[in-house]
């Protein structure tokens, strides 16, 4: 067994500086910011290291982890390690946290407080690393949840502030407040009952939390019946509601919308993934028999959210709204390439998530950069932003480009091949249902395409507006143009080279796929 | 045999000494149980079997003494603030603590009750301490009066149980009711009933907890944190030897009747919980609503008889919920000094200027609401699994039910820190001006506060004691 140092440290050395800076006092805002940059920084460069010892070969085998006991008393141990899986998700989240560090260097929202800010990331990261790592399921279930309290107060005190009405609630109430105790209570709703579900595999497993050893269980038969049925409807609960999926997904454009810039960047790049990822990682291979059984429903829930999440894109008037249902529409692609069961399929999510986090997120970045200079998201408002902020207007004419799946950039790859998966799925599976979704996949990318077109028309394209005309706005500075830039880059490399993707995800995928179908 | 002589005899020596003397006291008698469970070898058993030190009576001694210390030292600058009693404040204190380490060694019907009496008389006057205060003295009161009711029924309960028996101790009785085949005859199981509505008291069960919340809103803030969380422990202890011991072979009937009260328990706590707006009144819902969970595991393996893992899930938790909600009443003492109110909206944005304060709100709440990786997790963790472990319907259904309430709780245990950090200050609302945080209750605060963490992040710690409380429970 191996150390598993690098991982431990990719995990916990953000938590470590976030105890760190909380003992610096408030008052030293730029070495706050340069521990947190530095300590991001340096996670980055050891996930590279990670990376550079991984062996691509065979990419397949859990690698590079440890297995110590952590409550012996239950069973349970601190159990790590990446196969090609997690490994992408794991470079991409690093990454993604890196930037965002960059980002708030100069554009926090009121009330600034860098210090909280800064922390809070780095907690949320020590989640979404350690997510990626665990291997044992109460060892992911405290990571996953880790990330939820972050989140929560990060949309709670640096989010929106407008006022608006809720029906079912007597007082109108502020955007953030909402949207923050939404957020909280939908994920833990799921997870209440994933974790009773990791119970009951635990006591049907031999009294193991391991997910490999439970991986080995599973493949063999050993959870059938309704047992089965019902751990898998309550592990679907779980992360259905994280990715999320029609009809789990309401919490998601309010939390959006009203998160500060960074919030929404991590939680769409990032948090989303931590619920696919646990499809990938946990609900197929522990329970083959009950993901062939779930698989269609999957599928058709998935079409009806990238057809839903299209349309609702058409009617939104605020910027940042129609890039959250956009991604209701992208995460749907992910899970319908998923729910195909095929190594095409999941290859396909496994790039697509990878694909969302980046432009996505850079989405967000751009909107919410937007949203700062304009002081408004009402696209009926915008305008002609190409001649007023050149370089965001670029960069979001790039973006859309590539959220539209233009062939060339990254986001093709995922929505073309869990097509191909849904037009193949399995064998065995009811091939109707899996075609009739490929085609409401196909409608929904041409209406994905119509949307975002749509958007750049009315914010981009045009005349701007007379209340810009004699205002001074200012373009992208230079925090905004680094944090962005590599995303950009990103985008074209996976477009046009996605065995950067695939060449750590297809093994570890066909190795999964053989071990739990057969096929 | 020395040390535990001296340790139950400490406490008693400091009678009408100042609040040093009592606080360094407690702490000392943390010391035998230390070198007890460190040379522990086997239980030792004394008066023919009514007194028994075993793993779990040290374990929760432990627990106990710290409690104590920690209101104590809650208490240091209350009772100095005011003019009232200082000695006898502590010797009442004292003599609860004192009631609740018998409690947990007791092995017979008359320790027990002496115990459990001793623990709870210095109570009804602590509740109602504040004595110019109207709702201190009716809190008082209804506490006085449900607290009387309760002992009769206990005492109604324990001398069926010796009439049918003729026996005292413990283990005689449950042989006797075995070899009798009276285990489920209706004496039996009517002193079952009588006894658990007695203790459903203390422990503010559905339908027994509608003193609570009147008494918790009224009495001194420290006495609060010691009800809700000692005088708790020791009703639970108290009800979860009775289980083991004695009423193990009762059938299904008490057992099922056990799980809807459990049920039934987490939501009239967490949805009275929801519309407080007065934080004391909110914890004191939200403990009704842990006493549910505390009670499920114990509720369960009356049906199943496996004793083992829910002794272990409720001691467990009993441990983690002691200092985490120690912690929360902290967070309201430490409120309450900056802006002096009982409406928490009252509190808009004072994070900002306690920060401290705000940390601990945080940590203390979202534990008690059972996010990772707080401590609060670890607690209903355990509960869940002893509650799955067998597999069969009542204890799955209850889990659903606790994780409907899981979540339930969290709406309002995030109020207060959603209140304090997210929302603007109000205008017309009086500050205090002593703002800075007293020492003793930093010690307070900080103590919880690792445990809190401790706990949630390495649970092994814990979960071992839980673990050993349990097994040795049942040699």
């Given at each position: 067994m191996e150390s598993g140092l690098g991982l431990t440290i990719v995990v916990f050395l953000p938590l470590v500086s976030a105890i760190f800076i909380f003992l610096i006092p408030k008052k030293q805002e730029m070495l706050i910011k340069l521990v947190t940059l530095g300590s991001a920084l340096l996670t980055f460069g050891v996930s590279l290291i990670v990376a550079l010892q991984f062996d691509f070969y065979n990419a397949g085998d859990l690698q590079l982890g440890t297995k110590v006991s952590w409550i012996s008393s239950i069973n349970s141990n601190y159990e790590i390690g990446i196969d090609g899986i997690s490994l992408p998700l794991l470079l991409l989240s690093t990454f993604i946290s890196v930037l965002a560090i960059i980002y708030s260097f100069e554009h926090l929202p009121e009330p600034k407080n860098a210090k909280g800010m800064m922390s809070l990331i780095l907690i949320l990261e020590t989640g979404m690393n350690g997510t990626f790592v665990a291997l044992d399921l109460i060892l992911f279930f405290v990571f996953f949840e880790l990330v939820l309290l972050p989140m929560y107060f990060m949309i709670g005190i640096w989010g929106d502030k407008t006022v608006r009405s809720v029906s079912g609630l007597k007082n109108d109430i502020e955007t953030r407040l909402y949207a923050s105790i939404k957020f909280f209570v939908f994920t833990l709703f799921g997870s209440a009952f994933m974790l009773l579900g990791f119970l009951g595999l635990y006591f049907r497993g031999n009294r193991t939390f391991s997910i490999p050893e439970l991986i080995e269980l599973g493949s063999s038969g050993a959870f059938t019946g309704t047992f089965a049925t019902l751990v898998f409807a309550v592990l679907f609960l779980g992360f259905a509601v994280k990715v999320p999926m029609w009809p789990l997904h309401t919490w998601l454009p309010d939390a959006h919308t009203a998160a500060p810039t960074v919030g929404s960047v991590l939680l769409a790049a990032i948090l989303l993934k931590l619920g696919s990822y646990g499809f990938v990682r946990i609900a197929l291979p522990i329970l083959p028999e009950q993901a062939v059984a779930w698989a269609p429903a999957i599928a058709v829930l998935s079409a009806i959210g990238i057809i839903y999440g299209s349309l609702a894109c058409l009617a939104q008037t605020d910027l940042k709204r129609l890039i959250a249902f956009s991604s209701v529409g992208h995460m749907g692609f992910v899970m319908l390439g998923i729910s195909s069961l095929t190594s095409i399929g999941i290859n396909a999510a496994m790039i697509g998530m990878v694909a969302h986090g980046i432009i996505t997120g850079l989405l967000f970045f751009v909107s919410g950069s937007m949203a700062h200079t304009?002081?408004?998201?009402?696209m009926g408002r915008l305008g002609g932003n190409m001649k007023l902020l050149p370089k965001t207007g670029a960069i979001l004419a790039f973006t859309a480009m590539a959220s539209l799946g233009l062939p060339g950039l990254a986001g093709f790859w995922g929505e073309f091949m869990a097509l191909l998966g849904a037009y193949n799925p399995l064998p065995g599976l009811n091939i109707t249902i899996f075609r009739s979704s490929m085609v409401a996949g196909a409608i929904g990318t041409v209406l994905t395409a119509g949307y975002l077109l749509w958007m750049l028309q009315r914010v981009n394209l045009g005349e701007p507006k007379?209340?810009?005309?004699?205002k001074e706005l200012h373009d992208a500075d230079n925090y905004e143009l680094v944090a962005w830039i590599p995303l950009v880059i990103l985008t074209v490399l996976i477009g046009v080279f996605p065995k950067l993707i695939f060449g750590a995800t297809n093994d570890a995928v066909i190795a999964l796929v053989s071990k739990a179908f057969g096929g | 045999m020395a040390a535990i002589t001296l340790d139950i005899l400490l406490p008693r020596k400091?009678?009408?000494?100042?609040a040093m003397v009592s606080i360094l006291g407690s702490l000392f008698a943390f010391l035998p149980i230390i070198f007890q469970f460190a040379n522990y070898t086997t239980p030792e058993i004394m008066f023919e079997g009514s007194y028994v030190i075993d793993k779990f009576s040290l374990i929760l001694k432990g627990l106990f003494i710290l409690v104590t210390y920690l209101t104590f030292l809650l208490s240091v600058n209350f009772v100095e603030s005011d003019e009232y009693y200082q000695g006898e404040y502590y010797f009442l204190l004292l003599s609860s603590l004192l009631g609740a380490l018998v409690v947990t060694s007791s092995r017979d019907l008359l320790t027990m009750f002496i115990g459990i009496e001793l623990a709870s008389t210095p109570m009804f006057l602590l509740s109602g301490w504040k004595k110019g205060d109207q709702k201190s003295n009716e809190g008082s009161i209804k506490f006085f009066l449900l607290g009387v009711l309760s002992a009769s029924l206990i005492l109604y309960g324990f001398s069926l149980l010796y009439g049918v028996t003729?026996?005292?101790v413990f283990s005689d009785i449950a042989n006797i009711l075995i070899q009798q085949d009276l285990a489920q005859s209706p004496v039996a199981l009517l002193s079952a009933i009588l006894i658990l509505a007695g203790i459903g008291f203390k422990i503010s069960i559905v339908p027994f907890h509608s003193w609570a919340p009147d008494t918790y809103e009224g009495a001194p803030l420290p006495v609060t944190a010691y009800l809700s969380v000692s005088s708790k422990a020791t009703g639970f202890v108290a009800l979860i030897i009775l289980m083991s011991k004695i009423f193990f072979e009762s059938g299904d009937g008490l057992g099922i009747v056990l799980v809807f009260i459990s049920g039934i328990t987490m939501f009239v706590g967490n949805l009275s919980a929801l519309q407080q707006t007065n934080p004391v009144r909110l914890l004191a819902y939200s403990s009704i609503a842990q006493a549910g969970f505390i009670l499920a595991p114990i509720a369960v393996a009356n049906i199943t008889n496996n004793f083992e893992d829910g002794v272990y899930a409720s001691v467990t938790y009993l441990i983690i919920y002691a200092f985490m909600n120690i912690g929360a009443f902290l967070v309201i003492n430490l409120l309450q000094r900056n802006i002096d109110s009982?409406?928490?909206?009252?509190?808009?944005?004072l994070a900002k200027e306690t920060p401290l304060a705000g940390i601990f709100a945080v940590i203390f709440f979202f534990s008690l609401a059972g996010i990772p990786p707080l401590g609060g997790w670890f607690a209903k963790f355990v509960v869940f699994r002893s509650l799955l472990s067998t597999g069969e319907i009542f204890g799955l259904s209850l889990a659903i039910v606790g994780a409907i309430n899981a979540v339930i709780g969290l709406v309002y245990y995030s109020r207060i820190s959603k209140i304090i950090w997210m929302d603007s200050p109000k205008e017309d609302v009086q500050k205090t001006e002593n703002s800075i945080i007293p020492s003793p209750l930093k010690v307070v605060g900080f103590v919880s506060l690792i445990l809190t963490i401790v706990s949630g992040i390495f649970p092994g710690i814990f979960s071992n004691l839980g673990e050993a409380s349990s097994i040795f429970f049942n040699s």
């Open positions: 304009y002081h408004t998201r009402d007379e209340e810009w005309l004699d | 400091f009678k009408f000494i100042i003729g026996k005292l009982e409406n928490m909206y009252d509190w808009g944005g």
